[in-house]
């Protein structure tokens, strides 16, 4: 077993091979190509009938390179790829990304393909990613072994760890359709050697990376003790959000099929998650949104949640929801009254939530100054969600921008709350929130119950990390 | 008390005055306005001191409009409501729209003002919708009274009820962006006599509405007896999603100071519902995806659900949505196996789910083909979630609209079906499944969790169909 850091060569390697490299516009094709054009790193083609590879020229063996490799990349059929493995062991490579399926996903014959290749790895201190998966993304680099437009995507610090490379490729193409910013992407697949264990050990230490999140299908045996000893040790440092299927027997049994992964027993899981510190997640919707907050959001010093609306019906929404979860409204401060009264019209709610329907354009920011100055409130709600009418050429044709821009202004004052806005209806209303706070870090959830959900997610982990400094002080 | 019949005058008014008619760009300008454009119905604008309004001849009372008046609409401010509904009480208008606010959502004042257009109106036989509301949008005339861009919105067969006018409108909005087929839309603000009840009496017998959605806070007092004995009826012939919020004491202190409505013990109002067979439902969110699929799909003739997917991830997750919900995967009929074992390659998963990855664009119509006609399928899920590299110029550059054009021949001859598509990940993969399948009746849910959901809901409402037609037959 290597120490974390080696890892480093799986993101950033100096010197690839890739074995299987292919100029056909088959699996592998847009691999080659990404990595064959870049130029911080010495790239070889290793392919048995080719002398050049998209204009590269091309090695039989790797053992023919005449450099040393940080990391190969596997591209040959399964059946392969027990030779591939024995000439990187004589190559002397450490690290090895199998982005070929065909083992043991599928039948007896790959299984003992995939335990081949484990045996040699193992034997010569190889770590393996894989196979059956899209291996690696790194943002800082902007290197991966995935069929992504790498270039389309927004560097964050969020890690996201999944088990399919299916699924892990269509989140990565939903964060670059939503500008969500991501650190590391991890795919898994049949998890013949390196795990999320390992991933958390290395994770825990990537400076990139605030939040880690992991879609997960099952646990290898044996592992147990190892998992809850890494994620109760990471989760104290980083929040790490889980997200597992085969919760279910119908469940289970899917992902028996899908990756050939043992879900396990769903309570037993759950309770240990707990011990851990980690965060389940429900849905696919939650992890992004709770990434999304975790990452950008300060934790909140106090339970109390304020919300400014100008939907009295979304935020009765909100307040249910976020009671549900056992969250407080906070109770305002006589002075933080006193500053709303003096700019409300008469038929607005002043109390918690704020509701000032219309008139939120023209008092948002002194309503939101006022709350966000108030002792007793941890984090900030805004909802707000103003008719089309508002914005459309035929309608009144106001430009939110330049409203939200002063909103902006004094939220940024008070960076150290939590704060989070939700706005719901017409796509120009949405885009000009996206515009203006998204793009500044301020999370935009469409949903009110996610946000209220989120919220708590923050609250919570704020008080288990207190918890646990408080056992280390004592 | 009136017939039902007679709220046609609500939606279809062959005569309007707008009482308090402005050519001022300030509350009521836009309704104002777009009715006065109306060449389908006599328009006539009432204000005290204009002898025209936006160029058409203006009258200082109702009482000197020339013609009877079918429905008035109050833009006048409270203090003057009182003396508007004695003088279309002279006028023998039956009819009145309160978009007005100011009433007993503010204080007693305008308690007392509500209370006062009330008693009129009863002495009157005038039914009356609002005030503090945003009235009624019909989509078969596309008469509004509503600030909204009526030419935006798609007509469809979903009607929906809120209580609060902001949240009507970008209800409205969000349909309009995401061409969601309404009917009509009516908000209710402080239902100072027309409620819920009345208007679900309306929307029984509307030929054009197939799926009723409510948005409520409360219910008025003395009211529940009815309100259970409608909704009982109504559920029979049409499906009722109800969301409704002052479900925890937060929330009901939010909905208080909102629209003054009481929103009871939520306990009672859960049994209450549940009894009278509405579908209550969590989210905006979960409304608006349950009320597509219900409005478009024929309800499951079985249990039991087939899934066809890409991802195995993704179908796992449905999977444990499904079960959590009690519903059951299909069982295929043997026939159906063999069709597919003779199309799909040995690396895919032919067992429900079908997860045949990559090979989907390839084999997809033959699986969905040899899955729609197994009879122990009542519903199909379709998880199309390809990466966006498929697409992508720079990619595979593939048009994914011809493929599943091919798809959705195969479905067409099975539309007896229950089938709902889900595609997450690239904007451009989403585009190709909204324009294919949403645009021809089938719908996109892009929640795996909110699809699963939706189907137990079909399934629920057959059942609850099936054994209510069994009570009246026996």
């Known amino acids: ?110 299984a003992q393909r995939q335990q081949e290749i484990v045996e040699i790895a193992n034997k010569n201190g190889i770590r393996v990613i894989g196979p059956n998966c899209v291996g690696v993304t790194n943002l800082s680099n902007r290197f991966t072994t995935a069929e992504i437009d790498i270039n389309s995507l927004k560097e964050g610090n969020v890690a996201f760890i999944a088990q399919s490379g299916i699924f892990g490729t269509v989140i990565i193409d939903w964060a670059a359709a939503n500008e969500f910013g991501l650190s590391k992407v991890i795919t898994l697949g049949n998890k013949c050697d390196v795990d999320e264990i390992d991933l958390l050990n290395y994770l825990e230490k990537d400076e990139e990376t605030k939040v880690i999140c992991l879609y997960l299908e099952g646990i290898k045996e044996g592992r147990g003790r190892k998992f809850i000893e890494t994620f109760e040790r990471v989760t104290k440092k980083k929040p790490v959000l889980v997200l597992k299927s085969g919760r279910t027997e119908t469940g289970a049994r899917a992902v028996k099929s899908h990756t050939g992964s043992l879900a396990g027993d769903d309570r037993i899981f759950d309770a240990v998650l707990k011990q851990t510190g980690a965060i389940r997640v429900d849905s696919v919707e939650e992890l992004l949104d709770f990434a999304k907050v975790l990452a950008t959001q300060p934790l909140p010093e106090v339970e109390g949640v304020a919300i400014i609306t100008n939907s009295g019906s979304l935020a009765a929404m909100t307040c249910d929801e976020l009671e549900k979860q056992g969250m407080k409204l906070a109770q305002f401060e006589s002075e933080t009254m006193e500053k709303m009264k003096k700019v409300a019209p008469y038929w607005t709610s002043i109390k918690n939530p704020v509701d000032i329907g219309p008139a939120m354009l023209q008092i948002g920011s002194q309503v939101l100054e006022a709350v966000l100055k108030d002792k007793n409130v941890g984090c900030l709600f805004i909802i707000s969600s103003p008719p089309g009418m508002v914005v459309k050429p035929h309608g009144m044709g106001l430009d939110l921008v330049p409203f939200y821009k002063v909103y902006k202004r004094v939220i940024d004052k008070h960076r150290e709350k939590t704060i989070i806005i939700s706005s719901f209806g017409d796509h120009d209303i949405i885009k000009a929130a996206r515009e203006v706070f998204e793009k500044s870090g301020i999370p935009l959830i469409n949903s009110v119950q996610n946000a209220a959900r989120a919220i708590t997610t923050l609250y919570r982990y704020k008080r288990y990390l207190e918890k646990n400094n408080k056992n280390q002080e004592s």
């Open 1 to 110: 077993m290597q120490t974390d850091t080696s890892f480093e060569a799986f993101f950033s390697p100096k010197s690839v091979a890739i074995i299987g490299a292919s100029e056909k516009l088959r699996f592998g094709y847009f691999v080659t190509k990404s990595i064959l054009a870049r130029t911080d790193m010495k790239v070889y083609p290793v392919h048995i009938h080719a002398d050049q590879i998209m204009g590269v020229k091309a090695y039989k063996s790797i053992n023919d390179v005449p450099d040393s490799v940080d990391l190969a990349i596997f591209l040959v059929p399964s059946e392969a790829a027990p030779n591939a493995m024995r000439e990187c062991a004589e190559k002397g490579v450490k690290h090895v990304i199998v982005l070929s399926a065909g083992f043991a996903e599928v039948d007896q014959v790959g």
